[in-house]
């Protein structure tokens, strides 16, 4: 099925794009932490020495990770209106899911837009605010990925090998999702901060994965730019 050939470049390069931005961010960021002395060495993701929000809130590394993920926002939502079309070409009749699929990917831009202004600012509201939108960013974007996933299986485009690495992603995210709650509860003190620290990274890692794999079903469909985003997406 080749919705898109023919008639425009290739969009695969903006999803590899909305999963490596923010990876870099966040790396930078902390990379700048590190060489301050804010936050200790050690492998992040293994260790859970510090969270992102630590390695990202202090010193330059705040201004540089605002400075790279308020626009990542729009990229965000540019790349959930580009699902949205590519899903109406795929499969015209699941308008529910696709509605879902981007209202969740809409709606979780915005809150880690809030996560990411109010990063670094003072006070218990400013960190209520925190808490809250780092939480639904990602609770609301995986959810998208799900409707976004349920819909391109449906359709059967996909292919064994891009299915497989979609569900086995999806298995891992609902994994570590469901690990933190026990943990929460099973674990004390330090122990408690370095594991919950390390599912953060690892969960934010396999959440971005998704971008690029969504990237190769593009391509795969051979879906391209060329075309509106018109109400028939919505």
């Known amino acids: 099925m080749r ?5 425009g470049s290739a969009l695969e390069p903006w999803a590899w794009l909305t999963g490596l931005w923010p990876l870099l961010a966040v790396h930078a960021a902390h990379a700048i932490s590190l060489n301050a ?20 809130r202090q010193g330059d590394a705040i201004l540089l990770f605002r400075a790279m993920m308020l626009p990542y926002v729009g990229l965000l939502a540019l790349f959930w209106l580009l699902n949205a079309r590519w899903c109406a070409l795929l499969a015209p009749g699941r308008v529910k899911a696709r509605r879902a699929m981007l209202g969740c990917g809409l709606v979780g831009a915005v809150f880690l837009a809030l996560y990411a202004t109010t990063l670094g600012v003072d006070g218990d509201f400013y960190r209520w605010l925190r808490r809250y939108g780092i939480n639904l960013y990602f609770s609301l974007t995986v959810l998208a990925q799900m409707f976004l996933i349920a819909i391109a299986s449906r359709a059967e485009v996909l292919g064994a ?5 979609f569900l086995v992603l999806l298995a891992l995210l609902l994994g570590l999702g469901l690990a933190s709650l026990p943990l929460q509860f099973l674990l004390e003190g330090p122990a408690r901060d370095a594991r919950m620290n390390a599912l953060e990274w690892q969960y934010a890692l396999l959440m971005v994965l998704a971008y690029p794999l969504t990237g190769l079903a593009w391509r795969r469909t051979g879906f391209q730019a060329g075309f509106g985003i018109g109400k028939d997406s919505l």
């Not at 919705?3 to 008639?7: E, K, L, S, T």
């Open 3 to 7: 919705d898109g050939a023919g008639q």
């Open 37 to 56: 002395g804010l936050v200790p060495a050690c492998l992040p993701y293994v260790e859970g020495c510090t969270s992102i929000s630590r390695a990202a």
């Open 161 to 165: 090998g891009l299915r497989r690495a």
